[in-house]
């Protein structure tokens, strides 16, 4: 069975600090990988997918097929990116099918 | 307006009643899904709408019941709802398979 997780539901750093959102997953096929994010009082939206390899708002996301993971990274978190992230995986057998981790609410503080 | 656009975006309804849920998307997009958001849930895929194929999850009860009358349009109808069918039930939309969702801003649904 396809499925995401994500560990964390609370992640709590200071402004400046690195950020790590762990996301793995369980599927056997090639999976197709995302991150999205939910702002306060915004609508969920598409922040990264691993096929695309950019960095967005200073973020970045590797996917390990050995490790079978793809945790979102930034090198200085800033206020702003305090928001719920949610780690996406799209099986390629199936594909108009998007599952969802459970989310990881990343909270920067000053 | 742009975007996808959920109405009503809150609804309380009784087990007894019937209601809908409408969804459009002003994108273009050939494709329309039905999210439910529940309290520390995943976001759990209900139904997709394509041009190629209509998904749906099977354990999705058939008290609810989706009707895609054009690519811009979408519904989830309500019938004698259970309180454990409270939740956001979001919408998307895509352009294609490979392309990412844009959601809109959901319609939180309390049955009574």
């Known amino acids: 069975a396809q499925r995401v997780t994500q560990p964390e539901k609370l992640l709590s750093v200071f402004k400046g600090a690195p950020v790590e959102l762990k996301c793995n997953y369980s599927?056997?096929?090639?999976?197709?990988l995302f991150w999205y994010v939910q702002y306060s009082r915004q609508r969920l939206q598409l922040l990264l997918r691993?096929?695309s390899r950019e960095s967005i708002k200073g973020f970045t996301a590797d996917l390990n097929k050995g490790e079978t993971s793809f945790h979102l990274k930034k090198p200085f978190a800033q206020e702003e990116d305090s928001a719920m992230y949610y780690c996406?995986?799209?099986?390629?057998?199936?594909?108009?099918?998007?599952?969802f981790g459970s989310g990881t609410r990343l909270l920067v503080r000053p | 307006e742009t975007g996808v656009t959920q109405t009503p975006r809150h609804l309380v309804m009784g087990m007894t009643n019937k209601k809908s849920l409408k969804c459009e998307q002003h994108l273009g997009h050939n494709a329309m899904y039905w999210y439910k958001q529940s309290a520390k849930k995943p976001l759990e895929l209900m139904f997709v709408y394509s041009l190629e194929e209509r998904v749906e999850n099977n354990s999705v009860p058939s008290r609810f019941s989706p009707e895609c009358p054009n690519s811009s349009h979408l519904f989830l109808h309500l019938h004698t709802l259970q309180p454990e069918d409270s939740a956001l039930y979001l919408c998307?939309?895509?352009?294609?398979?490979?392309?990412?969702?844009?959601f809109g801003n959901g319609t939180r649904l309390t049955v009574t």
């Open positions: 996406a995986l799209r099986a390629m057998d199936s594909s108009y099918k998007l599952i």
């Open positions: 998307a939309s895509s352009q294609g398979r490979n392309s990412p969702l844009h």
């Open positions: 599927y056997s096929g090639s999976p197709e």
């Open positions: 691993h096929i």
